[in-house]
């Protein structure tokens, strides 16, 4: 394949109209192995301008346009024309053609009309119209393109089918190619394979995402990946369908080192492009724990597993599943994140982001429901005098600190109760007539978290 890409533009545009002429002259005045008697120099084309034009044969002598396309981007051409029209849209090499078409009578326009839009690389293209089986057509037709709004590289220059000419390209940049085709009604070229080389730094797993830039029209295409080593051994090769647009995923695991990667689409016949990233693989979650549910004050966690090289985690925090805040809870930037359960956090919700440089993984929602230290509350006592008045509290953590506390002032100040058993679930003492009427209530400590029992009031009888 050979091509001057954008980066090349600049150098190309300053050639002299002699040099042109001569690659022209290759290019669109050498057909089907007819030579023609004059060489073709283009017109400049102004974008979004409507020509009035008669054009002659598309073989012998065609009328031919040129313009820039600063990067990458879609074409659009609107042709109306007294008679059948040939037109082909070139890249700059003069021989890859995006697209090759012949403009044939529409019934709703009374004339031969067709609108054709394409997806181009960056650079200077050249459009080529001409009558398909007769002379003097006058034709009336207009040019228009719309810049890519996406972040890419373009290819370089020159061809690169070989190892010595292979592009260098980087993990995690977006490049475009194209494929010309192997036949075209004025080509007789094979391009369609691209070889790039790069390197892996160390021991890790990648992805190479290979996509079509636009719909192709004229059935399936299949693009493959070859990926060899250093010595041109294959470690890697796969391919696959595509229709229409897409993007498809290929997995590999590489070694330190040097490679070189084929991407073809073996009977491509009338080209078009394509793009591709090379990335470290993308992180996949192999296990998550399950839900969690606790008592407050005992540590709820949650934890994912995930495979992937260089990955880092990252926990959040939602009371809805819809609003995400970061979790500050510990191991908020671990593989396990552990929270102090509290009444506030009942029915919380959390989830863990997998990132590394090919992208992120997220976990399924995971759900916090806490519970109640107190299990069991007391129940009021009524004794004789003289008789042991009994307070009872049940706990569902097997670590709970006790402390009863007692009022005698109807619960207005507390203090701790010196009765046998007041820093356990369960407090006695002898009744007397002083005790009449004084309060209790236990102070339950799980961790950190404190929770007191219902108040409950010893009556004692005379």
Partial sequence: MKRVGFTHFTKAVLCCIAAIALVLSGAFGSINGV???????????????????SVNSFDYDPTVYSFNAARSGE?????????????????????????????????????????????????NCYLKLGGHDANNVDVNFSLTFKESSESFIETQAEHYDYYENAQEVEFFNVYR?????ENSADISINDVSDMYKFSVEEDSSYTVFVGTDEKISSGDKTIGVIILDSAHNVVFQTSETFTGTGKKVFAADLAKGQYYMIINSPGT????NYRFKLNIKKPVITSESDDCKTICGSKAKFTVK???DDLSYRWYVSVDGKKWAKSSSTGYNTATLSVRATKTLNGRMFKCVVSNKGGSTTSRVFNLTT????????????????????FSVKSRSSVAVYQWQISNDGGKTWHKSNAAGNNTNTVSFTASKTM???????KVTNGNWVEYSAVRTVTVKK
């Fill in 35 to 53: 030579s023609a008697e004059t060489i073709v120099i283009p017109k400049p084309l102004e974008l979004g301008k409507t020509y009035e034009i």
């Fill in 75 to 123: 074409v659009t051409i609107e042709i109306r024309a007294s008679k059948s029209v040939d037109v082909s849209l070139i890249a700059e090499d003069g021989k890859s053609v995006y697209v090759l078409w012949n403009i044939e009578y529409d019934g709703n326009w009374g004339s031969y009309y067709s609108i054709k839009k394409k997806t181009v690389l960056g650079g």
């Fill in 177 to 181: 190619g194209f494929f010309a085709g």
């Fill in 269 to 272: 016949k009338d080209g078009f």
């Fill in 306 to 308: 995930a495979e992937g």
């Fill in 371 to 390: 519970l109640s230290v107190i299990s069991k509350q007391p129940a009021n006592v009524k004794v004789n005098v003289g008789d042991t008045a009994v």
């Fill in 436 to 442: 009449n009427g004084n309060k209790y209530r236990c």
